[in-house]
Each structure stands twice: as structure tokens, then as C-alpha cells.
């Protein structure tokens, strides 16, 4: 790992008039070997089809949805620390009241910590940002947002540039 990975990145964005455009200018990318760059995983799609319906698709990771992944996670490990620490020893009750607590201890700590952590880490892009695109946006077009390192930034405009528009993502 680098230290540029743990900088800040830069957020680009493309609009394609297409949806064909935004396929065929990530063809090409690829093809110049272009995958490591582009950092699908740091991305939002936003689409506004003819009849002027919007689909945006954003990697973020909302309070609930930390609430019950840390939710999961957390009595997993609680119920699996019951175990470890001997609750399969016990009488049945006993081994199943522990095994329980555990999983019950866990579940709430898990949760509390993924909705705190999803609530406090910005995972995916601003609301905002989305919304002034999806304004933007005209029927038929496609906006494709990047999240990328310093070092892929001026290779990135160009090769977006040449086949889409860059905008600037303020708000970012």
C-alpha cells in the first residue's frame, strides 16, 4: 500500500450522451489498461432515460444498512466468543443462555458501532452532489462519477474528455 492510497482523492465526473458512450469509453479504458485508474469500487452511475426517469446508483452505505450489517457481524462474533470461552461445557440451559446472551450482547454492540461507523465515514457521494447532477442531466444522457488518486487525475480528464464532458463536482 502506498501513502497515495490513503490520501484524499479527487472526484471526477463524466457525462456521456449515451449509455453506448459510457459502455464503449470504459471498453477502451480497459483496453489501455486503464482499470487500476479508473477504481470502479469509488463510483456512481446516474442515468436519465428518454422519458426523463432517473436511476442513480450510489456505493454508499446508509445508518441503517450499518445498523444491521454491524448487527449480523456483532452476534456472530458474540455468539462465537460464548463458545470459546466454554459455554459448550455448560449444562444445555445454561450452554443455550449463554450462546443467547452472547449472540444478543453482540448483535447490539455490532449494531450500534455499524451505525455509528456508516453515519460518521462518508462512504458514498454526497446527496447533494446527486441531486444538481440529476437536474443536470439531460434525457437520454449519463453521468459516471470517479473517485480517483492525485496521480490518475489528468490521465483520467483526458481520456473521459475525448469521448464525454467533464464537469466540476463541487460539493465534494
Do not use: W
Amino acid at each position: 500500500m502506498t501513502h497515495e492510497t490513503l490520501r484524499r482523492r479527487t472526484t471526477l465526473v463524466a457525462v456521456f450522451q449515451t449509455q453506448r458512450a459510457l459502455v464503449e469509453t470504459l471498453d477502451h479504458l480497459l483496453g489501455l489498461g486503464l482499470d487500476s485508474a479508473l477504481d470502479i469500487g469509488h463510483a456512481a452511475l446516474i442515468t436519465r432515460a428518454e422519458q426523463g426517469t432517473i436511476v442513480t446508483v450510489n456505493n454508499n452505505v446508509a445508518p441503517r444498512e450499518g445498523l444491521l450489517s454491524g448487527a449480523a457481524l456483532g452476534a456472530a462474533i458474540g455468539g462465537l466468543v460464548m463458545l470459546l470461552l466454554g459455554a459448550g461445557d455448560l449444562p444445555k440451559a445454561a450452554a443455550a443462555l449463554s450462546v443467547a446472551t452472547g449472540l444478543l450482547l453482540g448483535g447490539l454492540i455490532g449494531a450500534a458501532l455499524g451505525r455509528l461507523a456508516a453515519h460518521l465515514i462518508g462512504f458514498g457521494y454526497e446527496p447533494g452532489l446527486l441531486c444538481d447532477l440529476e437536474r443536470q442531466l439531460q434525457p437520454g444522457q449519463v453521468a459516471l462519477l470517479l473517485r480517483v488518486r492525485a496521480s490518475n487525475v489528468a490521465l483520467l480528464r483526458r481520456e473521459l474528455g475525448l469521448r464525454g464532458a467533464i464537469m466540476d463536482a463541487t460539493g465534494e
